[in-house]
T-cell receptor, first 114, second 114 residues
Framework: GNSVTQMEGPVTLSEEAFLTINCTYT??????LFWYVQYPGEGLQLLLK?????DKGSNKGFEATYRKETTSFHLEKGSVQVSDSAVYFC?????????????FGKGTLLTVNP | NAGVTQTPKFQVLKTGQSMTLQCAQD?????MSWYRQDPGMGLRLIHY???????DQGEVPNGYNVSRSTTEDFPLRLLSAAPSQTSVYFC?????????????FGPGTRLTVL
């Protein structure tokens, strides 16, 4: 079955530091890949997505590239801010038959200190 | 446009009690789903629906029932609550045309079973 593995947290950085959160996946088809963000006390919001190999998703200074050869979708940001403190989830969606299941990683808590 | 709404925000139950978690969306989305979020486990799919009158089980369906009588509403029922069902519950929806693109999440219901 499908699975998503992302780096264990928590991750603590100083403001303006470089961020990488690793994500690798296992899927039998050609999934779409996502990063969702959950701010404290809120639901999940889509941060960025990529629907095919070599696509780069980007939003709010965050980027991730769909790498089929390494089955990875690592999240990066060049200069984090305190407001980026949140839990980040890597996920994949693989439509087969009538199963539209979205498979999530376990989440990575990011704390950015001023 | 309210998006995905969930009620209640918080609930405390005693073991054996029953209750219904409400979820509604005003985006005319065909696909709706329920997830539970537990520390260190990410989000796990409980049940999902691809349209009115159609529901199916996800990864962790035991102890939960769902029905989909309208496009807008997708309630989750706990018939006899157990402490293992203490969790944060999220409802999500998506257009079937966009199922490989984005799911929209509600703000969550935090449930404690004593």
């Amino acid at each position: 079955g499908n699975s998503v593995t992302q780096m264990e947290g928590p991750v603590t950085l100083s403001e303006e530091a470089f961020l990488t959160i690793n994500c690798t996946y296992t899927a039998t088809g050609y999934p779409s890949l996502f990063w969702y963000v959950q701010y404290p006390g809120e639901g999940l919001q889509l941060l960025l997505k990529a629907t095919k190999a070599d696509d780069k998703g980007s939003n709010k200074g965050f980027e991730a590239t769909y790498r089929k050869e390494t089955t990875s979708f690592h999240l990066e940001k060049g200069s984090v801010q305190v407001s980026d403190s949140a839990v980040y989830f890597c996920a994949l969606s693989d439509r087969r038959g009538s199963n539209y299941k979205l498979t999530f990683g376990k989440g990575t808590l990011l704390t950015v200190n001023p | 446009n309210a998006g995905v709404t969930q009620t209640p925000k918080f609930q405390v139950l005693k073991t054996g009690q029953s209750m219904t978690l409400q979820c509604a969306q005003d985006m005319n989305h065909e696909y709706m789903s329920w997830y539970r979020q537990d520390p260190g486990m990410g989000l796990r799919l409980i049940h999902y629906s691809v349209g009115a009158g159609i529901t199916d089980q996800g990864e962790v369906p035991n102890g939960y029932n769902v029905s989909r009588s309208t496009t807008e509403d997708f309630p989750l029922r706990l018939l006899s609550a157990a402490p293992s069902q203490t969790s944060v519950y999220f409802c999500a929806s998506s257009s079937l045309a966009g199922i490989l693109n984005e799911q929209f999440f509600g703000p969550g219901t935090r449930l404690t079973v004593l």
